[in-house]
């Protein structure tokens, strides 16, 4: 099969949706002509056109407000975010209306929008273009989000979030950018709240989040010349969570970790954690549940310090080592 | 003299040649910076500001040293306006520790609070509020400093824009709203992404002045800037100075600059505003061809020994990484 990377296939997905459905529309700032801040809607202006590739002035809580709007009468938007950082601009659009209309007027009415925006570090974009704020939008109820870590899922979980009812944050982690996978031409959706188990494992259950996902799989392959076997699971979305794949891979191994780049504290790992604490895997555990997640320091500019603040193929070895006990 | 360059009457006092070599640095220091980031030296993204020198120069010689200015993404001319070292300047980009952030805020983040720079700024829009503050400080304790506002066109659609404006309008504040229109915003023409022809013009709601003047001359920008400054100075609150000017380069590293054409940029390219200072200077009689090369020559020695400074640096060591997250 074909293979594509990860940002073709979003803009693959994005076309497809669009060409089938009149109601789908993106906004955002230098879409057009520029392509996007990393290219990904570059070309879809010619196929398009301007109505439906609206480019829009630097304005992040009219553009975000506008979607809200827009989808509340029937439109299907998807707004792209130039950063992930920005959300903060667009935050009350999010949280305190997208999140909230369809609860609030008893079920009538509803927000089909998407929210795509490229998220984390490891660009010497440094603190104010670099950070993962996912656990925040997970924190509110109302909200899906979504974060995607190979072109695969990309283009199938963009398909259900553009079909979902709801608003969805989609977090396309710029690291994840050029990597590739197979990816069918023919458009399929993957489910909002399906895990994936990305490598499959005895010895540890590692849970990674986007670019983690990698490596994670780094990790597993070094691990696994020491004889250690790692599961790895891909939670995929955050909200819905499929904590019934993680349950059930940590029965298997008894040990888990889970890793993600955002800042380790008040990190969406401290819920997977305390999900399986929680749940009938805790009487399974060996060891007690690791957690790797970002330090809490903003992205600092130089490139040596910009890895340090997050965690990295070598920490998650350490950790699994660790928790086997084998040093 | 004063009737030919039209200058305000405080500027007589203006070292002239130290405004040509001013713009010279921020030309050359532009230029490395392109090179280094060209050589994969430089970590991350950068804002080129060559073309605009007139309008950072121009609007900072009119201020007093203790004077305070905020910054933008393409922030590097009005640093060094500001008096920032060259220095300091390169080893930040450099990512190391003798750098204005120790190597941890990088192109977007300069700073030099003390010496009245409150910061270059990674959020477009992040300034407006940031100086009506630093303005009301200067209100509430009669400090007596006026504080400088750099932003873009493109910044003028965010609606922080339109909130600090009205709340520096109806306390008077005393601050400068100065804008760097170039013409775009990223890929977004001006003329596309508001429907008046200056940003000046948006003065008119908030019931404060706004003036448009030639941003490619050094002279145009201090007497608009002067004004503005004096009137904010005597207690009468804001005022918008919008500097029509062009940059040469793309909005950062991987702009093909698909909106806009050749003959455009040529057109700007022939309204240098360093050539045309020097000119005004050397047809004034206020210095000779050598003179000016000399002092052309001394801003290129600087910015190159600059690099040698920076690439002599230390680098940050990790433990630098958790400091100065708190006070
Ligand atoms: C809140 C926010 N939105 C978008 C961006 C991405 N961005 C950086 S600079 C820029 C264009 C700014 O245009 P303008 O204000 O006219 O300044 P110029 O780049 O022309 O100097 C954009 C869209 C950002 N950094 N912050």
Redesign the interface.
């Known amino acids: 099969m074909r293979e594509l990377t990860y940002l073709e296939a979003v803009r693959e997905a994005l076309s497809q949706e669009m060409r089938q459905n009149d109601d789908v529309f993106i906004l955002g700032?230098?879409i057009?002509?520029?392509g996007g801040?990393f290219?990904v809607t570059r070309g879809m202006i010619e196929e398009f056109g301007p109505e439906r590739i609206r480019?829009t002035?630097?304005?992040?809580?009219?553009i975000s407000g506008t979607a809200v709007g827009a989808a509340l009468t029937g439109m299907r938007p998807i707004l792209e975010l130039q950063f992930s950082?920005?959300i903060t601009?667009a935050m009350d659009n999010m949280v305190n209306q997208a999140a909230k209309i369809r609860y609030m007027y008893g079920g009538k009415g509803k927000v089909p929008m998407v929210l795509r925006t490229p998220a984390g570090s490891g660009?010497?974009?440094?603190?104010?273009?670099s950070q993962s704020l996912e656990a925040w939008m997970a924190h509110v109820p109302g909200l899906k989000v979504v974060q995607p870590s190979t072109a695969y899922d990309a283009k199938g979980l963009l398909k259900a979030a553009i079909d979902d009812d709801n608003p969805v944050i989609f977090y396309e982690h710029k690291l994840c950018y050029k990597t590739k996978s197979e990816v069918p031409e023919e458009q399929y959706s993957i489910p909002l709240g399906k895990a994936d188990i990305k490598r499959e494992g005895t010895d540890v259950t590692i849970v990674a989040t986007a670019i983690m996902v990698h490596k994670a799989l780094e990790a597993a392959a070094e691990l696994e010349k020491e004889g250690i076997s790692v599961e790895i699971i891909d939670p995929r979305t955050l909200v819905p969570l499929d904590t019934e794949t993680i349950i059930q891979s940590v029965k298997k191994t008894s040990r888990l970790i889970v890793v993600h780049e955002a800042v380790k504290r008040g990190g969406f790992g401290g819920e997977i954690a305390s999900t399986i604490a929680e749940s009938e895997a805790f009487d399974y555990l060996d060891a007690p549940i690791k957690r790797l997640g970002g330090?809490?320091?903003?992205i600092?500019?130089?490139?040596?310090?910009e890895k340090?603040?997050v965690p990295q193929v070598g920490d998650i070895v350490s950790a699994a080592k660790e928790i086997l006990n084998r040093q | 003299m004063t009737q030919t360059l039209n200058l305000p009457p405080h500027v007589q006092e203006t070292d002239l040649a130290g405004l040509l070599k001013q713009m010279w640095q921020i030309r050359y220091f532009e230029e490395k910076v392109d090179e280094f980031f060209a050589k994969g030296m430089i970590?991350?993204?950068t804002h080129l500001a060559v073309g605009q020198e007139a309008s950072a120069v121009g609007s900072i010689a009119v201020l007093e040293d203790r004077d305070k200015i905020t910054s933008t993404h393409r922030g590097h001319g009005h640093c060094i306006a500001k008096g920032a070292e060259v220095n300091r300047m390169m080893a930040?980009l450099f990512?190391?520790t003798t750098g204005y952030?120790k190597?941890?805020?990088?192109s977007?983040?300069i700073a030099d609070v003390e010496q009245g720079n409150l910061g270059a700024?990674?959020?477009?829009?992040?300034g407006f509020s940031i100086a009506a503050g630093a303005a009301l400080t200067s209100q509430m304790r009669k400090e007596g400093y006026v504080v400088l506002c750099f932003f873009g066109d493109?910044?003028s659609?965010?609606?922080?824009f339109h909130e600090a404006v009205n709340l520096a309008s109806i306390w008077k504040l005393p601050v400068v709203f100065i804008c760097e229109n170039n013409q775009y915003?990223?890929?977004?023409p001006a003329k596309?992404?508001?429907n008046v022809e200056d940003v000046a013009q948006r003065a008119e709601a908030y019931g404060i002045p706004g003036k448009v003047v030639d941003g490619n001359d050094v002279f145009d920008v201090m007497n608009g800037v002067g004004q503005a400054v004096e009137r904010a100075r005597n207690g009468e609150g804001p005022s918008i100075v919008e500097a029509k000017t062009y940059r040469w380069k793309g909005h950062s590293k991987?702009?093909?600059k698909?909106?806009r054409t050749r003959e455009e940029e040529q057109e700007w390219r022939a309204k240098d505003p360093i050539a045309r200072l020097r000119d005004v200077l050397i047809q004034e009689g206020l210095l000779t061809e050598e003179e000016a090369d000399q002092i052309k020559a001394d801003a290129k020695k600087e910015i190159e020994e600059s690099v040698e400074f920076a690439k002599d640096s230390p680098?940050?060591t990790?433990d630098?990484?958790?400091e100065d997250?708190y006070a």
Request: charged share 20%; hydrophobic share 35%; net charge negative.
């Open positions: 700032e230098d057009g002509v520029y801040a290219g480019n002035p630097i304005s992040e809580a009219a950082d920005f601009i660009t010497g974009a440094a603190a104010q273009h330090k809490a320091v903003p600092p500019y130089n490139p040596e310090l340090a603040a | 970590h991350g993204t930040e990512g190391r952030c190597g941890k805020g990088g977007m983040h700024n990674g959020i477009v829009g992040g493109g910044a659609n965010e609606g922080s915003g990223m890929s977004g596309e992404m508001m991987s702009d093909a698909k909106y680098m940050p990790l630098d990484l958790m997250i």
